[in-house]
């Protein structure tokens, strides 16, 4: 098994992006790259053949849903969460902070940690820095998230000041009881909008020994245009010799936006959870397929496309198993999706290698005329169906 | 395009079973066959490469499903069935007699054809021999059902009665305005749990030149054992050189032992609906995988079992997916049961060309221990979740 380690193979010529490759000891994956979530174990409708068959090399799978069901001592028993679901490549797992805080009405933070309810059956838990890295451990996740406080924007300055401070206190708990055991431990940067608390959170967590860093607190309620402009400015803020990961977003637009920022990371339930709801990714967008006008399309959702939806099926057969509430829907719809994030990537890898980034992130932008929300929450939220 | 065919290769020695070949006009068909059942237009769950991978040759589709959604006429305009929905193999479209007439409080039946309302918009539509064969011809299916009267059992004598002769009188007008063109029309037997029904009725049907026989109304409400016996005793009563279909039934069990009967075809929603509702055949039954037993279980679900669910995941995984509403799981449990179906025809045919047929049987029959219900209902009844 190999050690947790991240080299940067190749820098673009005008932009901040890079071209690099994580090692786990599951494997390697190579950078830019986007996480498929996979909530409950699974990668929503999707079997790991063919989410590795995408191209994908890392899923990021979510303590919080997995310590209420299964129960992550049922998944250590069986052999650990890549052997549960049958994954052979790199696991992250996020810390369940997000969640736990997400549970309007059903949660009570203090400074040493949260006491919620299960959204599931309503029993009283709580959640830790120490209890997270219990779950991630008995997971057997190749990347473990620091457990961080994670309030939504707009938030009052006191409260992104005082989740900045706990942040901190709870990233050094995570680091004190980490074991050295080659997997990799990651950080997270908190701060909401503001500038100078996202600068004071960098500081502290950059300098505590993580083996990389993450951007939190972005796409939790504001504006995709807010997202991009915090992103914008913290990412400078991280050590340029770590991987940096920006949790929980966003569009392929979103993707090749902060490519050009240093972003080396991405999760987000969008491509999977859009998909369910009918709407399906191009490189201007995404259509809805259940509109009339596609009632008798012959073309596929996107000509351009190389994957089994587009090269099988009609636009008007996917409108027909949309509307009658077929599970072959969802399949080919997040299928579809996850091929056009997963092929962007490789575009973006490919023109970060070539020194023209700027020339490709300015074109694909300027083709992109999406007007859904960017904003999807971070990866498992409980308001959301991708929560289980 | 080959003209549709029937022929017998091989004859069990001590049964009536036999192994054939039909042939279509997209491609060949070996018997006995299992027909798994495509509804709206998809085998719930699965890809066509995923069907025809596990042996499947022939699927149903709905009339009464698909001229509703999407209707027949979007679907002729985009090539036909096989193309709509990317089937290479062939298709058998039943009338849509079964479903109207389920309609219970919906529809109003007399000698002409079916009154009755859409189950999805309340639309008032007809059915009649013309139109059901009108349907079946813009979907392009290689094997036209004949429009019948199927009461549910159990009947009175006079129903049953009229509905035998409902359904010659329909047969000839079906007869009538069938086309030469190299599909075939399959005459049915109706007659309900009543012998001289049976016979009359496949006296009138058999004689009207139809390409083969099907017998219809059984799995309609009464036992499997009943279902069985009027099986036993109709089977005989159709023409040994065409092939016989038995609509609508059942468990792997009951194929096997209607395989001693006689029967070449079947079609049966049991395999892909009991998988949705988390139910797994095995050799000795079902399994049901949300029981709290299989919680900790490492094994697969069947150890003999070579589809991917048994090769990839333990029943503990499967169950997690279950009591997670996960789309994987309904994938995984469908992908199971249809191969369970396929391998036990596949063992069927290799007993009856080895003529060892009655012991094969009678040691498959030995092993099962189903409590389950056989009777599903014909394929795509609407009261059923198979309907869309």
Redesign the interface.
């Known amino acids: 098994m190999s050690r947790f380690a991240f080299s940067i193979l190749a820098r673009d010529a005008t932009t901040a992006a890079r071209r690099g490759r994580l090692t786990t000891p599951h494997g390697t994956v190579e950078t830019p790259a986007f996480m498929p979530v996979g909530t409950?174990?699974?990668v929503?409708?999707?079997?790991p053949g063919e989410v590795s068959g995408l191209g994908f090399e890392m899923i990021l799978g979510n303590t919080y849903h997995l310590t209420l069901?299964?129960g992550e001592e049922?998944i250590r028993?069986?052999?650990g969460l890549h052997r549960?679901?049958?994954w052979q490549g790199s696991i992250l797992t996020d810390s369940g902070g997000f969640q736990v805080l997400s549970l309007a009405g059903r949660r009570d933070i203090d400074d040493d940690g949260v006491d919620f309810r299960s959204h599931i059956d309503g029993r009283k838990l709580r959640m830790t820095p120490e209890r997270s890295l219990e779950i991630q451990a008995a997971l057997g996740s190749d990347i473990v998230m620091a457990f961080d406080d994670c309030p939504a924007l707009p938030s009052e300055p006191e409260r992104l000041a005082q989740a900045v401070a706990r942040t901190t206190a709870w990233a050094r708990r995570c680091r004190d009881v980490f074991p050295d055991d080659g997997r990799a431990l990651f950080g997270i940067v908190q701060g909401g909008d503001d500038r100078a608390l996202r600068a004071e959170s960098a500081a502290a967590i950059t300098t505590m020994g993580f083996d990389a860093h993450a951007i939190g607190g972005v796409s939790v309620g504001e504006s995709a245009a807010l997202s991009r402009e915090v992103v914008a400015f913290t990412a400078p803020m991280l050590p340029e010799s770590r991987a940096r990961y920006l949790m929980g977003m966003g569009t392929p637009a979103d993707l090749v936006a902060m490519i050009g920022h240093g972003i080396d990371l991405f999760d987000c339930v969008l491509p999977t959870r859009v998909a369910r709801n009918g709407g399906l990714f191009t490189p201007e967008g995404r259509i809805l397929i259940k509109r009339a006008e596609y009632?008798?399309d012959?073309r596929p959702v996107d000509p351009e496309c190389g994957c089994?939806a587009c090269r099988?099926?009609?636009r008007?057969?996917l409108?027909?198993?949309y509307?009658?509430?077929?599970?072959?829907g969802?399949?080919l719809n997040t299928l579809h999706n996850l091929h056009q994030y997963a092929e962007t990537i490789r575009q973006a890898r490919r023109a970060i290698e070539a020194g023209r980034y700027a020339a490709f992130r300015d074109a694909f932008l300027a083709r992109w005329r999406d007007t859904g929300s960017a904003a999807a929450g971070p990866a498992g939220d409980i308001a959301g169906d991708e929560g289980?």
């Open positions: 409950a174990g699974t929503k409708a999707m079997t069901r299964p049922v028993r069986l052999g549960f679901m049958n009632k008798d012959g089994e099988c099926y009609s008007a057969y409108r027909h198993l509307m009658a509430g077929e599970i072959l969802i399949r289980g």
